[in-house]
Nanobody, 126 residues
């Protein structure tokens, strides 16, 4: 069973930056599609960014130009660099892994992902 553990969340003022990490064990992130999702209180979980094994990347429109997804294949870690943070970015952030194949158009769909981490909270104050 794959294990995913997020870290790097915290509280930051609007305009600030955070880098989230997701340490993955028991599966190789190079063979899976990996994604970052978030869920704010009272809202549905939404896709933020996803990366396929072929390095194709998708971002939600709300984070384009501000967030960057990347992975360190040697360390089996997924990252999400978040800049220019806004109060509306406040949420619990989750990383997830989806076994192939995942169509590019489905990269941000939570239902395509099989393995999930417990989440790390991000709070952005104005």
């Amino acid at each position: 069973q794959a294990q995913l553990v997020e870290s790097g969340g915290g509280s930051v003022q609007a305009g600030g930056s955070l880098r989230l990490s997701c340490a993955v064990s028991k599966i190789s992130i190079t063979r899976y599609s990996m994604g970052w999702f978030r869920q704010a209180p009272g809202k549905e979980r939404e896709g933020v960014a996803g990366i396929r094994s072929d390095f194709s990347i998708a971002y939600a429109d709300s984070v384009k130009g501000r967030f960057t997804i990347s992975r360190d294949n040697a360390k089996n870690i997924l990252y999400l660099q978040m800049t220019s943070l806004k109060p509306e970015d406040t949420a619990m952030y989750y990383c997830a892994a989806a076994p192939p194949p995942v169509a590019f158009s489905s990269l941000l769909l939570p239902g395509k992902y099989l393995h999930w981490g417990p989440g790390t909270p991000v709070n952005v104050s104005s």
